[in-house]
């Protein structure tokens, strides 16, 4: 039942606030009412996610979504603007920025064409590759030595796509278990059901912290595909987009992205004082010199 | 609400193969069926000897029952998979282990943990009914069997179980719904059943409404469709002269 | 044929049979009377184990039925038991609810049992209704098939438990008749029941308990004429004369 319960949860939500989303900008919507509110995630590590505090989040994305908070202030000259949170899930994420609950999503949302179809994407704030994680005794260094293996990777995630597809063309005899979240994935290659978890590199890098003996995992293999983070936003709204993607560039600009960087990715991190050890890839270099808000797959 | 609506997303490619998203919708709705149906049939079997079990005299076998029920009741279900998926075969002896983790198709140990797992669970509801069938039933129908010579087993075979089972087929048939929306638990340890397909669905397409509404007309056909079944059965089985159903 | 042997039965505090002694001879029809509480109902359901005993022994057919080597289920098979709720089972039909037993017990196969069945049922005048289910009878025929029900398995004893005590008068006729028939074919029989008539007619020996005990037991002239003891007289009193 619980998916029918979501579905109308969903549905009460959308007609409520379906009316005053279309009616005006996010920046009037702002004005009248005093309150932005920003979209988390509750386990994203390090880009958004909850750690000693419930009611506010923390991470990566989280600290670029306030640099645009700041502009928002500067640009409706409301210093005293309200900030208001709301956690969304990977289900929960398109609909509720669609339907007004939330002005602004930072988290971990790859910018894809099928969702640019639903929402707007800000500049992008990360860039990932499709790795492997796997025992460094695995004797798996990259994807041909997969073939015929157990692999695990995250439901819903690009990763999936992209190993059921290489699957059906190369013809691997890959087995593909799809769990539902990083942390399932992880046990399972743990626990030996599968020999490596393919995902996002950064979020390897996370699970990997996360292990009980981190020297035993590697990450490896050629990406398969990069990436692009981006926070969403509703289409169609050009004057706040355009207050979003100058704040995050300016950002970029001045360099300051990269001591943003270094806080999340080079340092210990809350809740356990994790340090990721994951330097900033060329990739990622690049789009910060460039800044775009195109999908990778339209570069 | 600025929902970007796409009915035909069901008929378009996923990018994988040749596949279109309404193969997944069959494909899980086959997962599910097959999940649900095997369960069902174990823990009918099952239900069936524990609440015999808890019916007959003596202390043990009682006893026995009883204990099983209120483990199997009272611990989530989501709690009982995670241990039939990853802590039960960590217990098994080992090249059993490996097999079971490593050389067994991953959709087939999930399915085998999610059908064992919602099969017990299930069994203890089962087992309360059919108890319940069983104490409904006169004192003088099993004296009736005793006293013509009957063991306790033809009495329970062909007198007490017989009447039980036709006075519990509402609250089985309550069950054996139960039983098909359960099995989108499967979709948490990996097993591409409806409700994975569905997220997965929606995820990639980002066709979230479209996904999630096709999920539920299946859900609903699939329920209404078995509940005729059940109504059905209930027919067939009615006992003539009793309860209007007289011919 | 029954033979009780200081018979003790409690149910917890309350001692329901108190030192029972009786026989009852092959082909011999014995009725047994009491009030209500008096223990007869008990006793009667002991005698195939319905009701298990606490002291003594019960012999029926020279086994004892109290010896756990005793196989109960084969003893019951040769005593036919009639209820007084009939305790048919709702869910076969007539001809099923008599073929039952023979078939699964005895391993009859369908057909014999059938014919047996059909037999039986003209016997108590019900052929008509072999395929009607026990909620589409009257009680008097309920009753009638559970006694064809009893001999089908071709016992050699026949108990009766206040057999038409839970039936309208109107139908309390057509069970009697039924069972005065069975007692002239000479069957063995012991019938707990309130019916002086048919006590008076159809039984060689009339038992009387009260209070777990059997305080007078007579060929029933003699005790409908002429009670010795004073409870009995009460009893006797209370049930011949017409209710206010």
Known sequence: MRFTTRLLTTAVIASAFAAPAMAEGTLDKIKSSGVIVLGHRDASIPFSYLANDPTKPIGYSHDLQLKVVEAVKKQLKMPNLQVRYNLVTSQTRIPLVQNGTVDLECGST????ERQKQVAFSVGIFEIGTRLLTAKTSGIKDFPDL??????????????RLLKAMNAEKQMGMNIISAKDHGESFLMLESGRAVAFMMDDALLYGEMAKAKNPGNWVVTGKPQSFEIYGCMMRKEDPAFKKVVDDALKATFKSGEVNKIYSKWFMAPVPPKGLNLNFPMSDE????????????AEEM | MNYNWDWNIFFKSTGIGSEIYLDWFVSGLGWTIAVALVAWIIALLLGSVLGVMRTLPGKALPAIATGYVELFRNVPL???????????????????????????????????SVVVCLALFTAARVCEQVRTGIQALPKGQSAAALAVGFSIGQTYRHVLLPQAFRIIIPPLTSEFLNIFKNSSVASLIGLMELLAQTKQTAEFSANIFEAFTLATVIYFVLNMSLMALMNLVEKKVRIPGMMGGAK | MIRFNNVHKWFKDLHVLNGIDLQVAQGEVVVVCGPSGSGKSTMIRTVNQLESINEGEIWVDGKNVADPKTDLNALRAEVGFVFQHFNLYPHLSVLDNITLSPIKVKGMDKAAADKQAVALLERVGLAHKKDAFPAQLSGGQQQRVAIARGLAMEPRVMLFDEPTSALDPEMIGEVLKVMKDLAES????????????????VADRVVFIDHGKIVEQAPPEEFFKNPQHERAQQFLRQLLTPMS
């Open chain 3, 186 to 201: 000479g069957m063995t029989m012991m019938v707990v029941t309130h019916e002086m008539g048919f006590a008076r007619e």
């Open chain 1, 110 to 113: 790859t910018n894809n064409l």
């Open chain 1, 147 to 160: 073939k015929g293996k157990n692999v695990v990777t995250t439901a819903g995630t690009t990763s999936e």
């Open chain 1, 284 to 295: 990622f270099k690049s789009l910060v010199a460039k800044p775009t808000d195109k999908s």
């Open chain 2, 78 to 112: 989501l709690v009982q998979l995670f241990m039939w998926y990853f802590v039960v075969p960590d217990y098994l002896p080992e090249p059993l282990q490996t097999w079971f983790k490593q050389d067994l198709n991953p959709a087939t140990s999930a399915y085998v």
